[in-house]
């Protein structure tokens, strides 16, 4: 596989899986999906494809954070 698609693979099983995990912890604890308890405790679930993305530009593809110039 070339570095592209490493890239892609790696976000996205890290944004999936991220949301999904931090979705079924409260679920496990016994929190109804209904409750606010539940929306404020998933709510770091919304960042994951955000999270995803620092962590495989930055460690897995190294291509940096920073905005491309373009002329």
Known sequence: MNDRNTGVVSYLLRAFGLAWILGEIPLQLGVSANSPLFQ???LPG???PAIAAIIVRK???REG???PAYA
């Open 40 to 42: 404020f405790v998933a």
């Open 46 to 48: 919304g960042f994951a």
């Open 59 to 61: 460690w897995i593809t």
């Open 65 to 67: 954070l920073a905005v």
